[in-house]
């Protein structure tokens, strides 16, 4: 009755991969079990699920945030973890970081759509060795997962200005742009949404 057919979930790395100090009433497999019932319970009701991280981190800290982009230490292996659990539902889909925001938030730089990018040394001033969104996407598709894979722009996912200049090489055709936008955001005008959204989705 509420017309919808679409769950985005947001998950914890550190939660699914059981590490930082996380209970293990809550964390690992018992983490995973849990995701993967809620899952199968919204597909088998004909809902598509986005699963998407939410909170990470890297090293030894306890993931309790957002973080500006993916880190090296724990995201490939969270995201091989998950595109191995459910690469067999094509109604599961992969958003691989809840609204990314390098380079300190800017909001249309072509060094913070590097960074998005690429990752490692193109991102100057990070606290932490990034992982991109190629990277990320590669490892994704090396588990032999098709789903289709979401990828938000950078200023907390609502700058879309050069996510086709910078898109990465996807083997499938399963990627697509994600994009948010709040009364906060730099772009939400009609004209902004004609100049960015409107040119990606065509």
């Not at 880190?71 to 539902?89: C, L, M, Y």
């Not at 996407?137 to 950078?154: K, Y």
């Not at 996807?170 to 730099?186: C, E, I, M, R």
Request: aromatic content about 12%; some cysteine.
């Amino acid at each position: 009755s509420w017309n919808v057919n679409t769950v985005r979930m947001g998950l914890n790395e550190h939660c699914w991969l059981g590490i930082n100090g996380v209970n293990s009433a809550y964390g690992g497999q018992n983490y995973i079990d849990a995701i993967a019932s809620y899952v199968t319970n919204f597909t088998n009701n004909g809902f598509a699920v986005i699963l998407e991280s939410h909170y990470g981190g890297p090293g030894t800290n306890l993931a309790q945030g957002q973080q500006p982009m993916p880190n090296s230490d724990h995201s490939p292996t969270f995201w091989t973890g998950v595109a191995n659990r459910f690469k067999s539902n094509s109604m599961v889909l992969f958003d691989l970081l809840n609204e990314p925001y390098p380079e300190n938030n800017a909001q249309n730089t072509n060094s913070a759509w590097a960074c998005w990018r690429d990752g490692g040394s193109a991102c100057q001033g990070s606290s932490y060795t990034v992982v991109g969104f190629q990277s990320l996407l590669n490892t994704v598709r090396s588990t032999g997962a098709t789903n289709i894979v979401l990828i938000g722009g950078i200023n907390y996912a609502n700058s879309l200005w050069q996510w086709l200049s910078y898109k990465p090489t996807d083997s499938t055709g399963n990627l697509v742009a994600s994009w948010h936008v709040y009364t906060t955001n730099p772009c939400i005008t009609t004209s902004c949404w004609d100049q960015t959204v409107k040119v990606v989705r065509s």
